[in-house]
């Protein structure tokens, strides 16, 4: 079983269903105003990414079990700019290359397409967990690759993508109890206020951007244009009186 895989079980623990709760909504809100005709989702069925989007071509792709084209997100089967809408619900935290697939996704999405990202903040609560002795649970979210956010946005920058909407999610304490996430719910409304940044999930609403080329116009030779001839003013005959 893959990492991914690993992690596909760990969801259906209190906590993971907590973090699938919290993600559902995000991409129902970022998915549903984006338009074009297909859209793919990368990996993770578990977490219902398109679920809002009005797309007429909508696909789960990747490796793991209940997607419908089976392909590796790295070498996706998709022509160049030929996609509106890529979703990677934590497939960069938990991929052998994050940098590849992240590559991949900016090759086939149109340009001014639009890609939906969610990864786990290495320096959240969650994310410190992993420093913990003793911390090898399969496929939590201490076991990934933890990409910090500025070097997520660094590669993003590289393969023209930019951030035009972020966002942090989950904010209670990373306990698989029912009780203690119900305990911990206030978290969520202190922590989007005063601490933002600890949120345990990043979300980016990301474009992809294709700068247009400056045309360089020939210098063509100036012929000076032939002055025009003043127009000929006939003369006025004076009216001679006859005298008298």
Same mark, same amino acid.
């Given at each position: 079983?893959? !990492? ?5 079980? +760990? ?47 909508? $696909? ?16 996706? #089967? ?19 290359? #994050? ?45 990934? *690759? ?8 660094? +590669? ?25 996430? *119900?305990?911990? @719910? ?6 989007? !206020?005063?601490?933002?940044? $600890? ?14 080329? @400056?045309?360089?116009? #020939?210098?063509? @030779? ?23």
């Amino acid at each position: 079983m893959t !990492r991914l895989d690993h992690f596909a079980d +760990w969801l259906a623990t209190p906590l993971g269903q907590y973090l699938a709760d919290e993600e559902n909504a995000w991409f129902g809100r970022e998915a549903a105003d984006i338009f074009g005709y297909r859209a793919v989702q990368l990996e993770l069925p578990q977490i219902q990414c398109l679920q809002t989007n009005r797309m007429p071509w909508r $696909a789960t792709a990747g490796l793991a079990s209940g997607v419908q084209l089976r392909c590796a997100p790295d070498q996706l #089967p998709f022509a160049e700019q030929s996609l509106d809408l890529v979703a990677l619900p934590h497939v960069l935290d938990f991929v052998k290359d #994050p940098h590849a697939v992240l590559r991949e996704a900016a090759r086939v999405l149109m340009p001014e397409g639009r890609l939906l990202i969610t990864g786990f903040n290495p320096w959240s609560l969650w994310g410190l967990r992993r420093f913990k002795p003793g911390a090898e649970e399969a496929g939590s979210p201490w076991q990934g *690759n933890a990409l910090s956010l500025p070097r997520l946005k660094d +590669w993003l920058a590289l393969l023209g993508l930019e951030t035009i909407r972020g966002e942090y999610l989950c904010y209670s304490l990373p306990l698989q109890r029912d009780s203690w996430l *119900n305990r911990t @719910r206030f978290l969520e409304l202190a922590g989007d !206020r005063w601490w933002p940044a $600890a949120g345990s999930v990043y979300c980016l609403n990301v474009v992809k951007r294709v700068r247009g080329m @400056r045309v360089i116009e #020939p210098q063509w @030779r100036r012929v000076p244009s032939a002055k025009a001839k003043p127009a000929a003013v006939a003369e006025k005959t004076p009216i001679i009186k006859d005298s008298e």
